[in-house]
Nanobody, 119 residues
Framework: QVQLVESGGGSSQPGGSLNLSCVVTGTTVRPTVFGWYRQAPGQQRERVAGIGSAGHWYYHDSVKDRFTMSRDENKNSLSLTMDNLKSEDTAVYFC?????????????WGQGTQVTVSS
């Protein structure tokens, strides 16, 4: 059974840093699409950063120059380093991946990790 296991997150003061990690378990197939979404209370889930099927790396305008993704293909994982955090970054962050299972490409979600930025 394919799962996305998230770790990291937590609380930070504005201007601080946090890291998120997402590891794909249950398969060695690498995701064709891999990334991070977030959902703040009362708001829709939005894409924060990701790698598209054509290999294009994407960052939401609000996190450019502050958030950095890194992919470890050997570990089948994706990390997100979040620097210079702002209160508006407070949200539950979800890892997202599209993985081919031999017949279909299925979309998977991590369990969600809370990130809270507050003074």
């Amino acid at each position: 059974q394919v799962q996305l296991v998230e770790s990291g997150g937590g609380s930070s003061q504005p201007g601080g840093s946090l890291n998120l990690s997402c590891v794909v378990t249950g398969t060695t197939v690498r995701p064709t699409v891999f990334g991070w979404y977030r959902q703040a209370p009362g708001q829709q889930r939005e894409r924060v950063a990701g790698i598209g099927s054509a290999g294009h790396w994407y960052y939401h305008d609000s996190v450019k120059d502050r958030f950095t993704m890194s992919r470890d293909e050997n570990k089948n994982s994706l990390s997100l380093t979040m620097d210079n955090l702002k209160s508006e970054d407070t949200a539950v962050y979800f890892c997202n991946a599209a993985i081919f299972d031999g017949r279909l490409t299925r979309v998977h979600w991590g369990q969600g990790t809370q990130v809270t930025v507050s003074s």
